[in-house]
């Protein structure tokens, strides 16, 4: 039932969108001051709708050009790991949910290959090796393995200590886990989630 009461009143924006207010309808009888029946009185409803529709749409948009909203994207970082120094991609992934179960460091994740010459050589042969057999990590190269539940299943991804920097910021104390998917999976080379996206003023 549409009904217009004392206390009701429409949206400003709504109002100044859809135009002059329109005559109070009442389905439970005539439309007031008109005689007609509901189904005639709503005989312009659906265009106004659209009208109406499109209105608040043009002025949303209107206001996210004035206001902003916030965007997401790739950024460049540089991924400090084994002394050595990376520069990548990052993408901030909400959805990023990646743990270290030992010792609850953080945990961003790199694609391998795009990375693999600017790693150290004992690292990227390990590396190598753990992609194509599964080798066992060498003593001294502080992997440890993080657990992973990905489409095809769950795995074990390879990992290092590490720091991400953005500009003057450092975040020390992380893990990055290495995968090596079949085909690319976007422009990005390492994905953090949001604690460490904060950390680092994304």
Same mark, same amino acid.
Do not use: K, N
């Given at each position: 039932?549409?009904?217009?009461?004392?206390?009701?009143?429409?949206?400003?924006?709504? &109002?100044?969108?859809?135009?002059?207010?329109? /005559?109070?309808?009442?389905? #439970?009888?005539?439309?007031?001051?008109?005689? +007609?029946?509901?189904? &005639?009185? *709503?005989?312009?409803?659906?265009?106004?709708?659209?009208?109406?529709?499109?209105?608040?749409? @043009?002025?949303?948009?209107?206001?996210?050009?004035?206001? #902003?909203?916030?965007?997401?994207?790739?950024?460049?970082?540089?991924?400090?790991?084994? #002394?050595?120094?990376?520069?990548?991609?990052?993408?901030?992934?909400?959805? *990023?949910?990646?743990?270290?179960?030992?010792?609850?460091? %953080?945990? $961003?994740?790199? +694609?391998?290959?795009?990375?693999?010459?600017?790693?150290?050589?004992?690292?990227?042969?390990?590396? =190598?090796?753990?992609?194509?057999?599964?080798?066992?990590?060498?003593?001294?190269?502080?992997?440890? *393995?993080?657990?992973?539940?990905?489409?095809?299943?769950?795995?074990?991804?390879?990992?290092?200590?590490?720091?991400?920097?953005?500009?003057? %910021? &450092?975040? /020390?104390?992380?893990?990055?886990? *290495?995968?090596?998917?079949?085909? /690319?999976? @976007?422009?990005?080379?390492?994905?953090?989630? =949001? =604690? $460490?996206?904060?950390?680092?003023?994304?």
């Amino acid at each position: 039932m549409l009904r217009r009461g004392r206390g009701a009143q429409l949206c400003p924006a709504v &109002r100044m969108v859809c135009g002059a207010e329109r /005559p109070a309808v009442r389905c #439970g009888g005539a439309a007031r001051g008109t005689g +007609q029946q509901p189904e &005639r009185a *709503f005989a312009g409803a659906p265009g106004h709708l659209l009208l109406c529709c499109a209105g608040v749409y @043009g002025l949303l948009r209107g206001l996210l050009a004035v206001f #902003g909203r916030p965007q997401r994207g790739c950024f460049a970082a540089v991924l400090q790991i084994a #002394g050595a120094t990376v520069p990548v991609q990052a993408y901030h992934d909400t959805g *990023f949910t990646l743990q270290d179960p030992l010792a609850g460091r %953080r945990v $961003v994740l790199v +694609q391998y290959p795009p990375v693999r010459s600017r790693l150290p050589a004992p690292l990227r042969t390990y590396l =190598d090796s753990w992609f194509a057999a599964g080798a066992a990590p060498p003593p001294g190269l502080r992997v440890q *393995f993080v657990p992973c539940a990905a489409v095809t299943g769950h795995c074990l991804l390879p990992a290092v200590p590490a720091a991400l920097c953005r500009g003057q %910021r &450092r975040v /020390p104390g992380l893990l990055a886990a *290495f995968c090596a998917p079949d085909a /690319p999976t @976007g422009a990005w080379t390492l994905l953090l989630g =949001d =604690d $460490v996206a904060e950390e680092v003023g994304v």
